[in-house]
């Protein structure tokens, strides 16, 4: 199963959970900024789940709020113009 999960994936995808991750792992204080005002959006949100998945996407949320290539499924994460 998650093998086929995997082959399904294509790089695009890998890439943003790769940048997500590493961002989690190694943080800076420039993505933790922006991973703070996304997941204050994420944790209002009716598809957020109680194990912090986003239940439209699967993605574990305090990985892909630090994806800098990653949007919101939903469109929820959109920046505000100045």
């Known amino acids: 199963m ?4 995997i ?3 294509n790089t695009k995808q890998l890439s943003e959970i ?3 991750w590493k961002n989690l ?3 800076s204080p420039e993505v933790e900024l922006e991973a703070k005002r ?8 009716e598809k957020f789940r109680k194990n912090k998945s986003c ?6 949320m305090p990985a892909k709020v630090r994806s800098t290539k990653s949007v919101c499924p939903i469109e929820k ?3 505000k113009a100045c």
């Open 7 to 9: 082959n399904n994936m």
């Open 18 to 20: 790769y940048d997500g």
């Open 77 to 79: 994460w959109v920046i």
């Open 55 to 60: 239940a439209i996407c699967g993605c574990y």
């Open 38 to 45: 996304r997941i204050e959006i994420c944790v209002t949100c």
């Open 25 to 27: 792992v190694f943080p």
């Open 2 to 5: 998650e093998e086929l999960f």
